[in-house]
């Protein structure tokens, strides 16, 4: 889709700027989704579920030459998945029918390396069928997750023979299991063989068998929002230019800060409709390991995950891999739940209903009525364009407030640049002679914002629009109340070992906690009440809630919070590095200091060595060592390291054979914390670190943390 035009007709007025921006304004808010991008963005919630040969061999990414025979699931439960994301609150699950190792969940025809050969069911099962059985069942879209790269089949690098093994597979996915409504393709290539994929033969069979689907990242419809923290930009434009057209893109770079303001459009020969889906995994890894159990996120970062992507013009993705057994783990369903009944407290109950809307600036056939009437395919707006036009909202009766939501009528474009929320405040009346507060501002809103501020009571709303492309558009407002509950409380720990406990609110029965692995509760024998901070030099897991009062209150106790630490840092020193860019603050002892704001750089001025570089570490004392970690800088990915080596000692001389070598998978957009078990324990005092390879090809490495497993 190139141009497209719009419901509304765009513009009665110019706006006050020269002809060519006027143009280009006018040009990119005619861009409008298609029917199946516009249904798509309306689930808002879905769920990714990423589960195979990784999921029993605790790998991010295989190898393909896995036995089949290693995949065997104990208890598979599709309904179990379906019924957490109900509960959740998605509205649709992606499966992850077959990953880069190429081992597919279905019995296919045209492989020998899927379920058909292993000894779950007999080889008579199949995971497709029993996941899109489930969701339909439990009135869930379904979708599927192809990868392009595959490092079993023989034929991958032969282009030709390659596409037609590719198109046979993706057939069989299209036509046995019922309506596709998403089909997700990624650009990884963890074995590169020169193989060359026929997208558009891709996208014709599917546009041919599943007309409705939408086709993710390096297809027509979506694409990936550049990062898998969870969060979109600043400002997320779903319009985007192109040096081609669709059906010829080379599909540009999609990370940067800014994909679609008007100077990056002002030289695009064509703009294309292509909104943002944000993928993210419920724990640090993408497939299930038990070492991660205890790494489920937190309701507060989920919530923040949620504002950020479903209130900020994109669709959520959130990934829940299963178990061994074949089920979502205790913990994910426990969040799970947690989220959908924080988000159907927040907004089940719409407190702007009744309002009265009225504006100065609207066009006679598009009132602010329309604004407020629970429709989204009508909307208010302009007769022309005005400078600043402002809509407000008068409740039927005064409201705690702390959430708006806005929307844009995609269907005729998106258009705001820039916008603000303000409340009427009679006290602040009372005292700067004008009642109307800002509490939130922002630049795009397209299909959904939400606008978050600490609650206030207001019987008035008013949305101004500062900037917008055209004349602006609302065709939903909404005003919600996030449920009143204690956030999880943080537990850090410093170089020496010393554990603090810390709460964001004011927690009235003050905080409990346990370090045996049971849960904190009132009144239990493991359980201490926190009063100051401890030493833990040896690691161990603390577990910790907030409580609001001793009697029981309207506030219910905050979440759980859990973190588990290994061996401190006290005793540590840098025995030798072969490189640093210590007078840039950037030396080597920041890789030992427990702070993770803080990095170690290779040299990069006046020179700039060349891998391979190393870290040598002395631990103080002789330790069992069972792996280590590496968390990579979380600034960006300038130094992140992929291929890697650890190597044990006794005396820092002797070093023999590496206690682990390999590449921190897919390490560029999921920049967690990375944890490497050895093949085998090894005693050692002194551990070597050996960066071989970094993310972009460059010289240098960079470590915010790197630390052992000893527990």
């Known amino acids: 889709m190139l141009l497209t035009t719009a419901l509304l007709s765009l513009v009665a007025a110019v706006p006050p700027a020269d002809a060519a921006t006027r143009e280009l304004m006018t040009r990119a808010a005619a861009v409008v989704p298609s029917d199946r991008q516009l249904a798509w963005q309306r689930l808002e919630f879905q769920c990714f579920v990423h589960f195979g040969m990784n999921t029993f061999t605790g790998r991010e990414w295989g190898e393909g030459n896995e036995d089949p025979k290693l995949f065997n699931p104990t208890d598979l439960d599709a309904n179990q998945w379906a019924t957490a994301a109900k509960a959740a609150g998605m509205n649709a699950m992606v499966l992850v029918a077959k990953h880069h190792d190429g081992f597919c969940l279905w019995p296919s025809a045209f492989t020998e390396h899927s379920v058909r050969n292993s000894p779950w069911k007999g ?35 032969q282009s030709d023979k390659y596409n037609e093994y590719f198109l046979n597979q993706l057939r069989e996915l299209l036509t046995n299991y019922g309506p596709i409504h998403e ?158 009944n924080t988000l159907r407290g927040t907004f089940g109950t719409n407190l702007a209903a009744g309002a009265k809307a009225s504006s100065d600036a609207s066009a006679s056939d598009h009132p602010a009525a329309n604004a407020a009437d629970g429709n989204p395919d009508t ?84 949305v101004r629009f500062a900037e917008s492309r055209v004349r602006p558009t609302l065709a939903e407002f909404a005003l919600y109340a996030e449920l009143v509950r204690l956030s999880a409380p943080t537990i850090t720990r410093d170089r020496a070992g010393t554990v603090t406990i810390s709460t964001a609110q004011p927690a009235a029965g003050g905080v409990l906690y346990t370090l045996d692995g049971s849960e904190p ?63 840039a603050g ?44 590496y ?12 291929k890697y080596e650890c190597f044990t000692s006794l005396d820092g001389t002797t070093w023999g054979a590496a206690a682990a070598a390999g590449e921190f998978p897919n390490i560029k957009n999921n920049p967690v914390e990375q944890r490497i078990t050895f093949a085998k324990p090894a005693t050692g005092r002194f551990v070597k670190f050996v960066a071989l390879s970094e993310v972009n090809g460059q010289a240098w490495a960079s470590a915010a943390e790197l630390g052992v497993i000893t527990r």
Request: aromatic letters at 10%; glycine letters at 10%; a negative charge.
């Open 379 to 462: 909307c208010w707006t302009t007769p022309d364009w005005e400078n600043e036009p402002t809509i407000v909202f008068a409740l039927p009766a005064p409201q705690e407030v702390s959430v708006v939501m806005l929307q844009e009528h995609l269907a005729s474009g998106q258009r705001v640049e820039k916008f603000s929320i303000e409340v009427w405040d009679a006290n602040q009346w009372a005292t700067a002679g004008s009642g109307w507060r800002e509490v939130a501002s922002g630049t795009t809103i397209g299909y959904k914002k939400l606008a978050r501020f600490p609650a206030i009571q207001t019987d008035r709303v008013r």
């Open 631 to 642: 968390l990579p800088r979380q600034n960006g990915p300038n130094g992140c390291i992929v």
């Open 183 to 340: 089909v997700w393709f990624d650009g990884a290539t963890p074995k590169d063989k020169g193989q060359v994929y026929d997208y558009q033969a891709w996208y014709k069979l599917i546009r041919e068998l599943q007309p409705d689907a939408v086709i993710f990242g390096r297809g027509p419809d979506l694409r990936w929002v550049g990062n898998e923290g969870g969060h979109g930009r600043a400002s997320e434009w779903s319009v985007i230019p192109l040096g081609a057209p669709i059906e010829e893109c080379k599909w540009p770079d999609m990370t940067g800060d800014d994909l679609g303001s008007l100077e990056k459009l002002k030289d695009a020969k064509y703009l294309h409709w292509y909104p943002a889906e944000t993928d993210t995994s419920i724990r640090p890894g993408w497939f299930w390991r038990a070492s991660e159990d205890a790494r489920v996120r937190s309701l507060d970062d989920l919530l923040n995950v949620y504002y950020n992507s479903v209130g900020n013009n994109c669709v959520l993705l959130l990934n829940v891999p299963p178990d061994s057994r074949g089920r979502f783990h205790e913990h994910d369903v426990a969040r799970l739940k947690e989220l959908g």
């Open 123 to 157: 080889g008579k099962g199949d995971v497709v069928r029993e996941a899109s059985d489930a969701c339909k069942a439990h009135g869930l879209k379904f979708g599927v997750y192809l990868s392009p790269a595959d490092s079993h089949e023989p034929t991958y690098g």
């Open 586 to 629: 950037e030396g080597v002892k920041n890789a030992i200091d427990d702070n993770p704001g803080t990095i170690w750089h290779t040299r990069y001025s006046p020179d700039t060595p060349t891998q391979p570089h190393e870290v040598v570490i002395d631990l103080g004392e002789t330790l069992t060592l069972k792996g280590f970690t």
């Open 521 to 583: 509760k009132v009144g239990a024998t493991t359980t201490s009440r926190y009063e100051k901070s401890f030493p833990l030099p040896a690691g161990g897991v603390v577990q910790a809630i907030a409580i609001p009062r001793d009697a029981a209150g309207d506030i219910p106790p905050g979440q759980i919070a859990l973190a588990a630490f290994d061996v401190c840092k006290a005793k540590w020193k840098i025995a030798s590095v072969s490189s640093e860019q210590a007078g």
